[in-house]
């Protein structure tokens, strides 16, 4: 009898976070202060909420990050651009 197990790494992945925690690496900077992080056993995504903690990745969470990206790019745009800062200070 041949048992066909496809999923059994990804499985025992996960066993292994529950027993000793997720491994989570870095996988994205949003802002300076939030940052999205991956695991490396089994994938599962974690970020920064606005109180500095770490949380696990909701769709929520993703469109506030995705929203916060947004506006810290545009921020980082106006920084390096001399002509826009002087229009804001005059
Ligand atoms: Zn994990």
């Known amino acids: 009898m041949k048992k066909n197990t496809p999923n059994l790494a990804f ?27 991956t695991c490396a056993h089994c994938g599962e995504q974690a970020t ?3 109180r500095g903690r770490l949380e696990v990745m909701t769709p929520k969470l ?3 990050n995705n929203a916060l990206a947004f506006v810290h790019a545009k921020k980082q745009a106006k920084a390096s ?5 002087l229009k804001i200070a005059l």
């Open 11 to 37: 499985s025992f992945s996960k066993i292994y976070c529950s027993l000793f925690g997720h491994d989570y690496l870095l996988s994205k900077n949003v802002t300076h202060h939030i940052k999205e992080y």
């Open 62 to 64: 993703k469109e506030i």
């Open 81 to 85: 651009n001399p002509n826009t800062s």
């Open 48 to 50: 920064t909420n606005s």
